[in-house]
């Protein structure tokens, strides 16, 4: 079945430093979403891309969509303690009777003052 | 935004009993709902899509009978945990489909967290 990797996993910094993570679909993608989950929360919505090579910004978040519509990437400029918690990238396939998102592996950051 | 809410927050339950959790959306209308269950640091895995009025569609190794799923109005969809067992504490989350907006895709409910003792 599908399955969406993220890399990495784990990510420490100190408070200012960037951070990035990146997300993998075994199969194209029609759109990809990513949360963030704060420890003991749920998954809030950041951002969807749908256009193959889309680039979004929010404020310091830059999300990138790939090419093939297969990858994406999250990028953090300058990370602030408030950035904590465990980023989610999530593929929507379109097809069949229903369309599913799919999770990726998360990668948890932690930001030191 | 649209609001998703979750009930219970959170239960403890005695092994053998059944759990029944209520995914609501509160400001739209949801034909489709997401079940997911999450385990300590790991990933949202999906458990089954419920779609109104009809079966839900489960993933493959989810017991059908073991997790229960109604959504019997366009705006409530159940998960019932049978005989519930350690193995089945964790946390669930529900995610409503608003059909009408482009984006998002979903919106999540609070997440009910299980304990089976």
């Known amino acids: 079945g599908q399955q969406v990797m993220q890399i990495p996993q784990y990510q420490h910094v100190q408070e200012g430093e960037d951070f990035t993570t990146y997300c993998n679909s075994s199969?194209?993608?029609?759109?990809i979403q990513w949360y963030k989950q704060r420890p003991g929360g749920h998954p809030v919505f950041l951002i969807q891309?749908?256009?193959?090579?889309e680039v979004k910004k929010q404020k310091r978040l830059t999300f990138q969509f790939g090419e093939a519509k297969k990858n994406s990437s999250l990028h953090i400029t300058a990370t602030q303690t408030t950035d904590v918690g465990t980023y989610f990238c999530a593929g929507l396939n379109y097809g069949g009777a229903t369309n599913k998102l799919i999770f990726g592996t998360g990668t948890l950051l932690a930001v030191q003052p | 935004g649209a609001v998703v809410s979750q009930h219970p927050s959170w239960v403890i339950c005695k092994s053998g009993t059944s759990v029944k959790i209520e995914c609501r959306s509160l400001?739209?209308?949801?034909?489709?709902m997401f079940w997911y269950r999450q385990f300590p640091k790991q990933s949202l895995m999906l458990m089954a899509t419920?779609?109104?009025?009809?079966?839900?569609?489960?993933e493959q190794g989810v017991e059908k009978d073991k997790f229960l799923i109604n959504h019997a109005s366009l705006t409530l969809s159940t998960l019932t945990v049978t005989s519930a067992h350690p193995e089945d504490s964790s946390f669930y989350i529900c995610?409503?489909?608003?059909?009408?907006?482009?984006?998002?895709?979903?919106?999540f409910g609070q997440g009910t967290r299980l304990t089976v003792v």
């Open positions: 995610s409503a489909r608003d059909h009408v907006r482009i984006s998002p895709t979903a919106f």
């Open positions: 400001d739209f209308q949801a034909t489709t």
């Open positions: 419920s779609n109104e009025g009809s079966k839900a569609t489960y």
């Open positions: 199969t194209t993608l029609s759109n």
């Open positions: 891309l749908v256009k193959s090579g």
